[in-house]
């Protein structure tokens, strides 16, 4: 299964634009880059995914190497309710084909500075 | 209503006990999803239900049940657990059309003690 790898932890101040990496050297070709957060004391929330191009939504937007084997989802503008761990997830194809999985990695915990 | 919603938010139960959690979506999902999470660890799937037939079981102990009676519910019944299993347990959602744009949807999680 493809991995990925992000910082254990970032720190940020509140109002700057915070840039959080996911290095997925593995990625096969039809692999989805998948961000979910997760809050404290809440279950974990959709934030963006992608494929191949860059994908901006409301909350965030999600730049992706060329070579697919990097992103960086980006935070234009923090605030304090941003502080959460960050999850950077590939989907996954579980056995013969037609169900998916998704596997949380360690994920980066957020820090949002006053 | 995006909600998934879980209960109880917290339960305590011994090693003889019998407990159920349940889980509820009004999205017309038609994915269903178990994960445990231990304190500072990320989400580990258990089960996964899909039109309402189990469609992953992650080699989960059988003292861990899941029934998904339809496709709006989805249930984990536990019995004679370890402290071990002291964990927050999530439950997700998903439209279920297996896509790789599929994006789930989480309840706040039950966070079950078990003495």
């Known amino acids: 299964d493809a991995k990925t790898t992000q910082p254990n932890s970032m720190e940020s101040n509140e109002e700057e634009p915070v840039h959080l990496p996911c290095n997925h050297s593995?990625?096969?070709?039809?692999?989805?880059i998948h961000w979910y957060r997760q809050l404290p004391s809440q279950g974990p929330e959709y934030v963006i995914h992608g494929l191949t191009s860059n994908v901006n939504n409301r909350m965030a937007s999600l730049a992706i190497a060329e070579d697919r084997k990097s992103s960086t989802l980006i935070l234009h503008r923090a605030t304090l309710r941003d502080a959460a761990v960050y999850y950077c997830i590939l989907r996954d194809v579980s056995g013969g084909g037609s169900n998916y999985k998704l596997t949380f990695g360690k994920g980066t915990l957020l820090t949002v500075n006053p | 209503d995006t909600e998934v919603t879980q209960t109880p938010k917290h339960l305590v139960m011994g090693m003889t006990n019998k407990k159920s959690l349940k889980c509820e979506q009004h999205m017309g999902h038609r994915a269903m999803y178990w994960y445990k999470q231990k304190a500072k660890k990320p989400p580990e799937l258990m089960f996964v239900y899909s039109y309402e037939k189990l469609s992953i079981n992650e080699s989960v102990p059988s003292r861990f049940s899941p029934e998904c009676p339809n496709s709006s519910l989805l249930n984990l019944h536990l019995h004679a657990l370890q402290p071990e299993d002291s964990a927050l347990y999530l439950c997700?959602?998903?439209?279920?059309?297996?896509?790789?744009?599929?994006?789930?949807?989480f309840g706040s999680g039950t966070q079950l003690s078990v003495l």
């Open positions: 593995t990625i096969s070709g039809t692999d989805y």
């Open positions: 997700a959602s998903s439209q279920g059309g297996w896509g790789l744009n599929e994006k789930l949807f």
